[in-house]
């Protein structure tokens, strides 16, 4: 038999990689455009995209929650597409981490895209390069830094989620108990051998994480390496 808390690792990874590629599918052109528009709306969607970072987890769950429930349209019409009830189920959770960690996603690669010099697409618009073409092409490339920074800390957000899980998915075996819920349980019924296992595994995988992201950053604040003057 599987131990249980291998199975909550691996719904925990597979949530978190879900959602992390719905956030690069989704989130990458809502970046572009709050980076580079001057549209007067920008100044009221940056704060509605960063609102989760200070919105308690639990206030952001309750209202999805409500969203997601049989009496709500919303709901119903899932329920009437899908054939199962869309809270408390792992899609609920996808679709929640997509939110809770969408300001962890769009906030490093906005600062990417904007430090992308506007001379240089239009240099390429003038050879014939559509929106798309520049892009890929010349976007993507130099942005690369603030998508590896976004895309992992999307991951490791979505990894330590606790309060928003609870709340839409709650604690189903095999389906929604994800390595926070298994670290809650583990505690509750004095596991604490299991919980420190736990816990000094989530430690060490943040630690790792944001290690990994300033180095990153530090590699690219630092000057070129010279060999000498002549």
Same mark, same amino acid.
């Given at each position: 038999m599987i131990d249980p808390d291998l199975i909550s690792v691996g719904i925990t990874l597979k949530l978190a990689t879900i959602t992390t590629l719905v956030l690069f599918v989704l989130a990458t052109p809502l970046t572009w455009w709050i980076a580079r528009t001057t549209h007067i709306s920008r100044?009221?969607?940056?704060?509605?995209?960063?609102?989760?970072? %200070?919105?308690?987890?639990? %206030?952001?769950?309750?209202?999805?929650?409500?969203?997601?429930?049989?009496? /709500?349209?919303?709901?119903?019409?899932? *329920?009437?597409?899908? !054939?199962?009830?869309? *809270?408390?189920?792992?899609?609920?959770?996808?679709? !929640?981490?997509?939110?809770?960690?969408?300001p962890f996603y769009v906030?490093?690669?906005?600062?990417?895209?904007? /430090?992308?010099?506007?001379?240089?697409?239009?240099?390429? *618009?003038?050879? !014939?390069?559509?929106?798309?073409?520049?892009?890929?092409?010349? %976007?993507?490339?130099?942005?690369?830094?603030?998508?590896?920074?976004?895309?992992?800390?999307?991951?490791?957000h979505t990894v330590g989620e606790f309060g928003i899980v609870l709340m839409i998915g709650g604690n189903i075996p095999d389906e929604t108990r994800v390595l926070s819920i298994a670290l809650f349980d583990h505690v509750e019924t004095l596991q604490y051998q299991r919980a420190h296992l736990l816990a000094a595994g989530l430690l060490t995988f943040s630690f790792i994480t944001l290690f990994l992201v300033y180095f990153s950053n530090r590699t690219r604040q630092s000057p070129p390496f010279r060999r000498g003057i002549e």
């Amino acid at each position: 038999m599987i131990d249980p808390d291998l199975i909550s690792v691996g719904i925990t990874l597979k949530l978190a990689t879900i959602t992390t590629l719905v956030l690069f599918v989704l989130a990458t052109p809502l970046t572009w455009w709050i980076a580079r528009t001057t549209h007067i709306s920008r100044y009221l969607l940056e704060p509605i995209v960063a609102l989760p970072i %200070v919105l308690p987890p639990t %206030v952001l769950g309750f209202y999805l929650l409500l969203l997601f429930s049989p009496n /709500n349209e919303f709901g119903q019409l899932w *329920a009437t597409i899908f !054939g199962r009830p869309l *809270a408390f189920s792992f899609e609920a959770l996808v679709i !929640g981490s997509v939110i809770y960690s969408l300001p962890f996603y769009v906030q490093p690669l906005q600062v990417a895209f904007e /430090n992308v010099r506007q001379e240089l697409l239009d240099a390429a *618009a003038t050879l !014939g390069a559509g929106p798309i073409d520049r892009f890929i092409t010349i %976007v993507c490339p130099l942005s690369r830094r603030g998508f590896i920074v976004a895309a992992t800390l999307a991951f490791a957000h979505t990894v330590g989620e606790f309060g928003i899980v609870l709340m839409i998915g709650g604690n189903i075996p095999d389906e929604t108990r994800v390595l926070s819920i298994a670290l809650f349980d583990h505690v509750e019924t004095l596991q604490y051998q299991r919980a420190h296992l736990l816990a000094a595994g989530l430690l060490t995988f943040s630690f790792i994480t944001l290690f990994l992201v300033y180095f990153s950053n530090r590699t690219r604040q630092s000057p070129p390496f010279r060999r000498g003057i002549e």
